[in-house]
């Protein structure tokens, strides 16, 4: 049974960090596409960051760019997604999503229907 869950959410003030984590149960992301959205009240998902574990190629919203990173462990069980000058914007609700076939070069909406695997979600709100 795969799981994956999320942690590291929580609040901070405006130009504070977060680092959320997506670890996987029943499952590595050993050459799989693993993938960053969120989700804001009223908005639609939205891609932010994508690494494909295989190579460690990566893709960044622009929104996003110079201030997130994603990352992956050693083990390819854990994704991480390192959030720094975190703005009001940002907050939303933190998904992290994967799938062992498919690794879009971007994160385009209506894209997260390429993922078979996700999380519950971790909430990140930025005061």
């Known amino acids: 049974h795969v799981q994956l869950v999320e942690s590291g959410g929580g609040l901070v003030q405006a130009g504070g960090s977060l680092r959320l984590s997506c670890a996987a149960s029943?499952?590595?992301?050993?050459?799989?596409?693993v993938a960053w959205f969120r989700q804001a009240p009223g908005k639609e998902r939205e891609g932010v960051a994508r690494?494909?574990?295989?190579?460690?190629?990566?893709y960044y919203a622009d929104s996003v760019k110079g201030r997130f990173t994603i990352s992956q462990d050693n083990a390819k069980v854990t994704v991480y997604l390192q959030m720094n000058s975190l703005q009001p914007e940002d907050s939303g609700v933190y998904y992290c999503?994967?799938?062992?076939?498919?690794?879009?070069?971007?994160?385009?909406?209506?894209?997260?229907?390429?993922?078979?695997?996700w999380g519950q979600g971790t909430q990140v709100t930025v005061s």
């Open positions: 999503a994967a799938d062992p076939f498919l690794c879009p070069d971007t994160l385009v909406p209506g894209g997260e229907t390429n993922f078979k695997y």
């Open positions: 029943g499952y590595t992301y050993n050459r799989n596409c």
């Open positions: 690494i494909y574990t295989g190579s460690g190629n990566t």
